[in-house]
């Protein structure tokens, strides 16, 4: 027994050991920016781009200088980008748009005193031989003409003229441009890795990722033969400081929100945590850079095997569980992960096949049904199983088994959550407040995915299907572009990511089901009033324990319903049957029977419904 716990305690060292070393490594090496780094990140642009670049970065001195920091180097990089476009703008001005001194010479004719009187003619005086020059001006700046606009101070049609002739300068140059955004940035600070962890990431992998796993398991099989007995016990959840919000649990929530932040928004700073995984990457492609959303996807795998493995150990005495488990292991590694690497080696859009709309946000934007069409025949296919799948699949098997054949047994979220989430399940809030809130948010939420996809879906029907009435990307005054943008930035990022995950040790490992999933919601309406899914009580054997509503994940007081001998029929309800599992007088039953006698309330027998002494004297 000593043993064990001395092995137990050394595997929790050497994976705090590696989580430290992770985080580590976001400091080791530097960064240099070399012709080569541009020539390879813009493999794709023309050699007026590249040669540009280089000659923008020998004149602020950044070429092949080494800097350690990160935070310094990606200043470095977006100083570089804007004025990169700034010289170029300048250039192509001078070739295609207007000079400073065409410029000048319309402010003179079109300036008299106090007054502005700029029109056709003028600009026709300014260009005698340029028709296209003049039609093009006329276009953009029409509306300015005296007559149409008045303007109080010469000063405000200044400002008016140079901002639409900056607009024009800029699309003409819009394809030599290289934004400054996060994409360019990564790319361009990840290939200018250099030092320990450019030419040692195998090592490193390791030293993170493998001694994580060894840990983790570590501690968790020395578990399995320190508590031989199989069944769910407390074991002091609400004493730990890692499962009830204690130091422990504010370090890990904060790692985690941290983390969700630098992936979805700069993922340039976490250019070495790529850099890691490359080699896992070269299994699929060789020589391949790893993207942030690759590293994402290892650590995702990662966290649910090991954690799985706990799953597995933890409910070893409950056959449901384990299947439960295996499946969301299957569909998450084989679906979520491989399939989504291997189908673009074939020229395939790498979609997660099983992610249904609306948590599949994109499923309707122009670029995402244009990938599909142009794969041919397998991705029209693609495309027609993602409709089937949402539209026809979800409802019928809703029907069939409740939310939980999706929910608790394929989508990736509801994996993540009961593998990784699971020791922090008894956080979540069990009263009526939290319930009205769940309400409040996870409907207007569905409301809210449901008029984005038909004001995108509109815009795409435009772009692809019937191109000659591609014009303004709006439907009743809503921008497709905009409102996609908005819902992907806050439910997309913010609630399934930021607080979805990262709020586990806070709000418990169901917060983004819960209060915030569009498809949670779609299905559960339908759980609620059209299924064959229940989970069924025996009032008489229940002894109050409360085991079932402390591990409820979803917030249902299950123990309300178990005293009453009443079925529990709740929109909210995943099926995860933990309640089930860590009852000890199997109270609870997990069912798919007929609709009649679902729901029934009305049917409870409660001793202040009746006088029991008619009771007695009926007999």
Not at 7 to 33: C, E, K, M, Q
Not at 468 to 482: E, H, M, R
Not at 489 to 507: C, D, E, H, K, M
Request: proline share 3%.
């Amino acid at each position: 027994m000593k043993i064990l716990k001395t092995l137990r305690l050394l595997g929790l060292v050497v994976f705090i050991a590696s989580i430290l070393v992770f985080i580590a490594t976001l400091f080791i090496g530097g960064y240099a920016l070399t012709e080569k780094t541009i020539e390879t990140v813009f493999s794709s642009k023309t050699d007026y781009v590249t040669t540009t670049l280089k000659e923008v970065a020998q004149e602020k001195e950044i070429l092949n200088k080494e800097i350690d920091n990160v935070f310094v180097f990606t200043n470095e990089i977006e100083s570089l980008l804007e004025s990169y476009n700034t010289k170029v703008t300048a250039a192509i001005a001078k070739e295609k748009g207007l000079s400073e001194e065409e410029i000048n010479q319309i402010f003179k004719q079109s300036i008299q005193g106090d007054a502005v009187v700029y029109s056709k003619e003028i600009l026709q005086n300014v260009f005698p031989n340029d028709a296209a020059k003049v039609k093009l001006l006329d276009e953009a700046t029409n509306w300015m003409y005296v007559g149409t606009k008045k303007y109080e101070k010469p000063a405000d049609f200044k400002n008016d003229f140079t901002s639409k002739i900056s607009d024009i300068n800029r699309n003409n140059a819009q394809e030599y441009l290289l934004y400054p955004n996060k994409y360019t940035k990564f790319d361009l600070v990840k290939a200018s890795i250099v030092g320990a962890l450019q030419e040692n990431n195998t090592l490193y992998l390791f030293l993170t990722f493998g001694l994580g796993i060894i840990g983790s398991l570590m501690f968790i099989l020395t578990g399995l033969f320190l508590e031989p007995i199989p069944g769910i016990k407390n074991n002091g959840i609400y004493l730990s400081e890692a499962t009830n919000r204690g130091w422990v649990a504010l370090f890990v929530f904060t790692f985690l929100v941290s983390f969700y932040i630098l992936l979805y928004f700069y993922p340039f700073y976490i250019v070495n945590w790529t850099r890691i995984v490359d080699p896992l990457k070269g299994i699929f492609i060789k020589g391949a850079s790893a993207s942030q959303w690759f590293l994402y996807g290892i650590l995702y795998c990662v966290s649910m095997i090991v954690m799985g493995v706990r799953m597995f150990i933890k409910y070893r005495h409950n056959t449901y569980q384990i299947v439960r488990t295996a499946s969301v292991l299957f569909f998450q590694i084989i679906f979520a992960f491989l399939l989504v690497e291997i189908l673009p080696l074939f020229d395939l859009p790498g979609v997660d096949l099983k992610n249904a709309w609306p948590l599949d946000y994109n499923f309707v934007t122009d670029w995402n049904v244009k990938k599909h069409l142009e794969a041919g025949h397998l991705g029209k296919f693609m495309l027609v199983w993602g409709v089937v799948l949402s539209l026809i699949v979800v409802p019928v098997m809703v029907y069939l088994y409740g939310k939980r054949w999706y929910c608790s047994w394929v989508c990736g979220c509801g994996g993540l959550a009961e593998t990784l989430g699971d020791p922090y399940r008894q956080l979540s809030d069990k009263r009526l407040i939290a319930w009205k809130i769940e309400r409040w948010t996870i409907y207007p939420i569905l409301i809210f995915a449901i008029i984005m996809t038909v004001v995108v879906g509109y815009n795409t029907y435009n772009i692809v299907y019937n191109p000659s009435n591609v014009g303004d990307s709006t439907l009743f005054g809503i921008n497709a572009y905009k409102i996609n943008e908005i819902y992907g930035f806050l439910i997309g990022s913010i609630f399934a990511g930021v607080i979805g995950t990262g709020f586990y040790p806070i709000l418990g490992n169901r917060s983004w089901c819960r209060f915030g999933c569009p498809l949670a919601a779609y299905m559960g309406i339908i759980q609620r009033f059209k299924s064959r899914f229940r989970i069924t009580t025996n009032g008489g054997q229940c002894i109050s324990c409360g085991n079932c509503s402390t591990y409820c994940e979803q917030g249902i007081d299950v123990r309300a319903y178990a005293q009453k001998g009443e079925n529990i029929v709740r929109a909210s309800c995943v099926g995860c049957g933990v309640c089930a599992a860590v009852c000890p007088r199997g109270v609870l039953k997990l069912e798919n029977s007929s609709e009649k006698g679902r729901i029934n309330p009305n049917e409870i027998l409660l001793g202040n419904d009746l006088d029991l002494m008619d009771l007695v004297n009926q007999k």
